[in-house]
């Protein structure tokens, strides 16, 4: 197996784990070095969203230190948690992560 990126099995996140944990649609995300994990089939995979979707409807305020959102590092940017989904700056919009 050469997934180590998407999955593991040495650390079972949960409460007090240590990693910022997260409501994400009807399951909870943890930040975890850079990835982002959700239990799947009694293990944990990364939870990537594929494609580009773009989050709906207008934002009210820019996503950024301080803005209120809890922040978490993905890959080589910032996903903020809002209202169950995470959003990325992408250009002159926010996508779905
Ligand atoms: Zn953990
Ligand atoms: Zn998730
Ligand atoms: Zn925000
Ligand atoms: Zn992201
Ligand atoms: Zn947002
Ligand atoms: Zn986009």
Redesign the pocket.
Known sequence: MTTANTAHTDHEHGDGCGHVAFP??D???YAHDGH?D?ESGGGWQA?EVGGHTEAEGAHQHSHGAGCGHVAVPHADHVDYVHDGS?HAAHEDHYDVH
């Open positions: 994400h649609g399951h909870t995300d982002i959700r939870c995470r």
